[in-house]
């Protein structure tokens, strides 16, 4: 099964639950400045795990440029 990016926020996400029924029972103040926590680390998630536009398609163009840039030389 891959890990994709929508999987792994959906994971992260989970992480409501708990935080939830804390700031329920508990503190509601801290509650809140945790489900804002939650919520920023699993985008910072799921934008880590998708693609990028042009993503290594350009690293290998560099290398060959390189390379041929390496025979001219010799």
Same mark, same amino acid.
């Given at each position: 099964? !891959?890990?994709?990016? %929508?999987? &792994? +926020?959906?994971?992260?996400?989970? &992480? *409501?639950?708990?935080?939830?029924?804390? +700031?329920?029972?508990?503190?509601? *103040? &801290? +509650?809140?400045?945790? @489900?804002?926590? @939650? *919520? *920023?680390?699993?985008?910072?998630?799921?934008?880590?795990?998708?693609?990028? !536009?042009?993503?290594?398609?350009?690293?290998? +163009?560099?290398?060959?440029? %390189?390379?041929?840039?390496? !025979?001219?030389? &010799?």
């Amino acid at each position: 099964m !891959e890990l994709t990016p %929508r999987l &792994a +926020g959906t994971v992260a996400l989970l &992480a *409501l639950l708990p935080v939830i029924i804390f +700031g329920v029972t508990k503190n509601p *103040l &801290a +509650g809140v400045v945790t @489900v804002v926590n @939650v *919520l *920023l680390i699993s985008t910072v998630i799921y934008l880590l795990m998708s693609p990028t !536009e042009g993503g290594h398609d350009h690293d290998a +163009g560099h290398d060959a440029d %390189r390379d041929a840039d390496h !025979e001219h030389t &010799a």
